[in-house]
């Protein structure tokens, strides 16, 4: 019979003492007596975004006004951020860039998908996933006056749903509810195979684990800026257009920052040429300075060390639930095997609702999902084993309150 270690308080502070990413929780301004498990919905605030919004706006803005354009950079800045970004999904430079939010960039790529497959009617995607994207789609078969016909089917039955008249795969690599992880090389090749294009969501898995877009050979991608990569409320996402594809897209909002020269002021539009032909207006650039120190938060980390502990740190999370809780009613509603999974956890409870804004009062911050959900997200850079040690208790302390 396997030796079984018992797990304490003192063994999760030894694994942070060892952990080689524990130098990273000092780049984040954590709130005191709070564990913060919902890294993957509003990333903590970065040590650095406080001062440095601070110069663009004093400095930059305020004093040197216009000029900042140039000499402050701004108008490589969603270059710039779309480098670091392209860095932790495994893209190219020029490949990424950052703009909008994830919603709008959905509907852009998703429109410019469906043009390059003009002879196709029909979309493929995940039934209950997170519902900007179905909802996104659904409005582009409205537009389209009953050409186009939208499938959501169960993620069991996508690969199956496909066939030659398939123009479009859109998938969140990640499901938000249950931390579902998809194989995004195989999808993306059974996408292929029927001649359709694949549009990856990439929100609940850039800078949560180990994205390769170019392994997986993916053609288009977007995700937000303010969950793992912690560029603050509302931060701009990001757009993911593969270079082979670079000459044959074209952007639903051509506007004039897309134009290949846009201080040419010229009347007619010419694109870009690679992913910045997807941006369309001037570039927020409040937002993008916060997102930019947001991303250098992984500054000097490679993804798979990341990806290393969230796994380690789930998988602590889902043993002390499995001894703890599920004797409280709490049942996994996560994949158990940690290849299979994100990095988050999901558990069901009958009273999930009331539950989470008991632990949230507590200063336990994870969050709720109809009907029954608690998600917790697991983010390597500032959480410590011994958060989730604590998290358990007092998961299991409020469950059993009267
Ligand atoms: C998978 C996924 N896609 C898209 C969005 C929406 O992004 P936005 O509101 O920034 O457009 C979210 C937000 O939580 C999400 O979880």
């Known amino acids: 019979m396997p030796l079984r270690v018992e797990i304490d308080r003192d063994l999760c502070h030894a694994w942070d003492a060892e952990d080689p990413l524990r130098g ?37 803005w ?21 480098g670091r970004i392209a860095r932790l999904i495994g893209a190219q430079a020029n490949e990424v860039t950052a703009a909008d939010s994830t919603s709008v960039n959905y509907y852009k790529l998703a429109q410019a998908a469906l043009a390059l497959r003009p002879e196709r009617r029909v979309i493929v995607s995940e039934a209950g996933d997170f519902p900007t994207d179905a909802y996104i789609l659904q409005g582009l078969v409205a537009a389209s006056g009953g050409r186009l016909q939208l499938k959501l089917v169960e993620r069991t039955a996508i690969a199956d749903a496909l066939d030659a008249d398939t123009a479009l795969l859109a998938l969140s690599h990640v499901h938000y509810k249950t931390g579902a992880l998809h194989d995004m090389a195989v999808l993306t090749a ?16 850039a800078g949560a684990l180990e994205v390769d877009v170019k392994a997986a050979q993916a053609d288009l991608a977007v995700g937000c800026g303010y969950k793992y990569l912690n560029g603050g409320p509302g931060a701009p996402g990001f757009i993911y257009v593969a270079e082979k594809l670079h000459a044959q897209v074209s952007a ?48 000097g980390v490679a993804m798979r060390e990341v990806r290393a502990k969230s796994v380690r740190l789930a998988s602590l999370f889902l043993d002390l639930a499995g001894e703890r809780l599920a004797p409280l009613g709490f049942v996994a509603a996560c994949p158990r095997e940690a290849a299979a999974r994100g990095s988050q956890v999901s558990l069901r409870h009958l009273r999930a609702e009331s539950m989470m804004a008991d632990l949230i ?31 358990i208790d007092q998961i299991a302390h409020i469950a059993q309150r009267p």
């Open 24 to 60: 990273c929780r000092e780049r984040f301004d954590l709130p005191d007596g709070v564990i913060y498990l919902d890294g993957n919905s509003l990333g903590v605030l970065p040590r650095s975004a406080a001062a440095r919004l601070q110069d663009v706006i004093r400095r930059e």
């Open 62 to 82: 305020g004093r040197d006004l216009i000029k900042s354009w140039t000499s402050a950079g701004w108008m490589a800045l969603p270059a710039e951020v779309g």
């Open 190 to 205: 059974a996408a292929h195979s029927a001649g359709a294009i694949s549009l990856w969501d990439l929100s609940h898995s």
């Open 252 to 299: 639903p909002i051509a506007g004039w920052i897309g134009h290949a020269d846009p201080f040419a002021f010229a009347d007619g539009f010419v694109p870009a040429g690679d992913v910045r032909q997807m941006l369309s207006g001037t570039p927020p650039i409040l937002g993008l300075a916060a997102l930019n120190e947001g991303l250098k938060t992984f500054d």
């Open 361 to 391: 009062a507590a200063g336990l911050v994870g969050d709720f999902r109809p009907p029954d959900l608690l998600r917790f997200g697991m983010t390597p850079l500032y959480t410590r084993y011994v958060d989730i040690f604590d998290a």
